[in-house]
């Protein structure tokens, strides 16, 4: 037996009075969980009656032995894990690596480890900056899990503050390659909007009227793929670098797709479906996550003052992708 499975709880109760509402009732029930926690394990199918799950926290308790099962608790910190990295740059202050595609930058519900901090805490030890909190060590920018590219981690105090202080400032140059469906329009543009919690889904980003937080994209298409569907129309699919000057979540990501040009591949933003040949081109190359890769990021040492650029080609699942986008 796993020791998480060991760790499992189960404690169940006996609830015999009706019509008041079940979180409620489970509240006074089990006085160790909180009734928003309760009201979460009932929406992840965690609370039984009678053997039977029962979700809905609004609804009135009907008499019964209830059971609520408690998942393992998680560690107080990271654990670290030898995963490989690649390193571009590493001194006593700071490590730069090309995260690949399909790492988390930390651990967070749903990703518990194989995280860029596991990897770190292996690779760099007890020097890793700690200002960043337990669960995120070193870390002062992230990526997206499923974005690949350059990243920065701090390995002193010292450097994390001052990688804080460049990124928000914005005195760092961060230039992504995206491959988009269609692609935006003029082929060189800034995008310069608020973005901020969708209204619509909280789960993701949107461009806002009003609230939310400036974001600024400059963006260029550098190569177009396959002839417009209609006279004057986009092309099938395009290459974009895009230049970021402010780190919003998911900023390029909402901001190409509101200029009609999704990123390829990206199921959260992707509004609309590509074209039959895109398609055939996305499943051929093996492309399962949205087409983005930080390729550029240039920044002043915050300890040594050097000036410190790297820049990496996309993974191949990209690479792959874009070689065949050339020959529609």
Request: aromatic share 4%; glycine share 10%.
């Amino acid at each position: 037996m796993s020791p998480a499975a060991a760790s499992t709880e189960t404690p169940e109760a006996r609830i015999d009075a009706s019509g008041v509402r079940l979180d409620k009732a489970l509240a006074d029930a089990f006085p160790a969980l909180s009734r928003a926690r309760l009201q979460a394990l009932l929406a992840e199918g965690a609370v039984r009656r009678d053997g039977v799950v029962v979700t809905d926290g609004s609804a009135k308790a009907r008499p019964g032995l209830y059971a609520v099962t408690l998942p393992p608790v998680a560690p107080a910190a990271p654990r670290p894990q030898a995963i490989p990295l690649t390193v571009l740059f590493e001194d006593a202050d700071l490590i730069v690596i090309d995260k690949p595609a399909g790492m988390a930058a930390h651990p967070a519900p749903g990703t518990p480890d194989g995280t860029l901090v596991n990897a770190l805490l292996a690779h760099c030890g007890a020097g890793l900056s700690g200002i960043g909190g337990v669960a995120r060590p070193g870390i002062v920018h992230r990526l997206d899990k499923d974005t690949s590219g350059v990243m920065v981690a701090a390995k002193s105090d010292r450097a994390h503050a001052g990688l804080s202080a460049l990124f928000s400032s914005h005195d760092i140059e961060r230039t992504y390659i995206a491959l988009t469906r269609g692609a935006p329009s003029p082929a060189t543009d800034r995008i310069q909007t608020r973005i901020g919690r969708s209204t619509g889904d909280r789960k993701k980003m949107a461009v806002l009227k009003a609230g939310g937080r400036e974001a600024i994209t400059d963006y260029v298409v550098q190569a177009a793929f396959g002839q417009p569907a209609r006279v004057g129309g986009p092309p099938l699919a395009a290459r974009v670098a895009c230049t970021l000057h402010t780190g919003r979540t998911h900023q390029i990501r909402v901001h190409l797709s509101s200029r009609g040009a999704p990123i390829l591949g990206d199921a959260t933003y992707g509004s609309g479906s590509p074209s039959l040949p895109v398609r055939a081109a996305i499943a051929q190359a093996g492309l399962t996550r949205q087409a983005l890769h930080a390729a550029v990021l240039g920044f002043v040492h915050p300890v040594t003052g050097e000036s410190l650029r790297f820049e990496t080609a996309p993974p191949a699942d990209m690479l792959a992708l874009e070689a065949l986008l050339r020959e529609l």
